[in-house]
């Protein structure tokens, strides 16, 4: 089974600009969740989608939005982009199960805002 | 999602077992115990989860405590490649949905 995969690898953007984030799923995976690392707050949770409807959502601004689609694929979109938004952008998807259920990460999208 | 404790840094030798910590002292009964790893500048790799029982995979051991209070990851022969940073997990798996919370994990450096 192939991996899952982001796009673009690496990004390089101006503060205001935005930018929208590609993760397509392990196949068969239903379960997209979004993260960002950033060297001083770690691995934070963006939101989490399943069925093409947001579950949950970390704590981050209404600039950060995303959305799945129909075949599980999804986007995430920073508006507005500012310095402190580089960071690494991660995917990871599952396929949700009773008896607990892991999730597999892309290589991450790598973010610069100058 | 209840939170963990883990220890910053540990060193391993070559060959030897690494034993990692974590402690999850506010586990509720319906959470299981997972653990990742992160390769510099990788994605999270999943390694094993667990909800009482101890559990081993082709890559690790996992050992929860009676209480489920604590567990150790168990990595039996360390390689050089094994070095990267633990995330110890805790989080109900559930068909409704989660948000998995990440520490800031062990840095196991596995040394020549």
């Known amino acids: 089974k192939a991996g899952v995969t982001q796009t673009p690898r690496y990004l390089i953007k101006t503060r205001g600009q935005q930018v929208t984030l590609s993760c397509s799923p392990i196949s068969g995976h239903r379960s997209v969740s979004w993260y960002q690392q950033t060297p001083g707050q770690g691995l934070q949770f963006l939101f989490e989608y399943f069925s093409e409807t947001q579950r949950n959502k970390g704590n981050f601004p209404g600039r950060f939005s995303g959305r799945q689609f129909s075949n599980s694929r999804s986007e995430m979109n920073v508006s507005t982009l500012e310095l402190g938004d580089s960071a690494l952008y991660l995917c990871?998807?599952?396929?949700?199960?009773?008896?607990?259920?892991?999730?597999?990460f892309g290589p991450g999208t790598r973010l610069t805002v100058t | 999602d209840a939170k963990t404790t883990q220890p910053p840094s540990m060193d391993c030798a070559e060959g030897r077992a690494a034993n990692l910590p974590c402690n999850h002292s506010t586990i509720s009964g319906n959470e299981y115990v997972y653990w990742y790893r992160q390769i510099h500048s990788q994605g999270p790799q999943y390694i094993i989860h667990g909800l009482k029982n101890n559990e081993t995979n082709e890559m690790a051991s996992l050992i929860i405590t009676e209480d489920r209070k604590s567990s150790t990851l168990i990595l039996p022969h360390a390689t050089l490649r094994d070095t990267a940073v633990y995330y110890c997990i805790v989080r109900v798996a559930s068909t409704g949905g989660f948000k998995t919370i990440f520490g800031a994990g062990t840095r196991l450096f596995v040394k020549a």
């Open positions: 990871a998807s599952s396929s949700p199960g009773l008896a607990g259920h892991e999730q597999y």
